[in-house]
Nanobody, 123 residues
Framework: QVQLLESGGGVVRPGDSLKLSCAANGPINNAYAMAWFRQAPGKEREFLTNSRWNEESIVYAFSVKDRSTISMDMDRKTMYLQIDSLQPDDTAVYYC????????????????WGQGTQVTVSS
């Protein structure tokens, strides 16, 4: 059973950067598609980025493209997401997710989820 645990959220000011972590336990390997999502109050869960553990097939959503970086440490089974130039619209709960097989942008296609980490951007 794959288990995921996010950390690194917090309260930041507009323009700040934040690096989130997602620690994985269980039989995780490069066959898994890994992804980051976020969910703001009253909104659907939004795809942000995905990658294999060997950092192949990285794509970003338009909302975070050019100001975010996904990175993978297979030895530590930890995935990271750094987001720069944070704005109030980035306020949300950030989740990591995993699925065995190909990449999907729909949250419904992912089998494994962390509990989420809150990011609040406020002046």
């Amino acid at each position: 059973q794959v288990q995921l645990l996010e950390s690194g959220g917090g309260v930041v000011r507009p323009g700040d950067s934040l690096k989130l972590s997602c620690a994985a336990n269980g039989p995780i390997n490069n066959a898994y598609a890994m992804a980051w999502f976020r969910q703001a109050p009253g909104k659907e869960r939004e795809f942000l980025t995905n990658s294999r553990w060997n950092e192949e097939s990285i794509v970003y959503a338009f909302s975070v493209k050019d100001r975010s970086t996904i990175s993978m440490d297979m030895d530590r089974k930890t995935m990271y997401l750094q987001i720069d130039s944070l704005q109030p619209d980035d306020t949300a709960v950030y989740y990591c997710a995993a699925r065995l097989g190909g990449f999907q942008r729909s949250a419904h296609e992912y089998n494994y989820w962390g509990q989420g980490t809150q990011v609040t951007v406020s002046s």
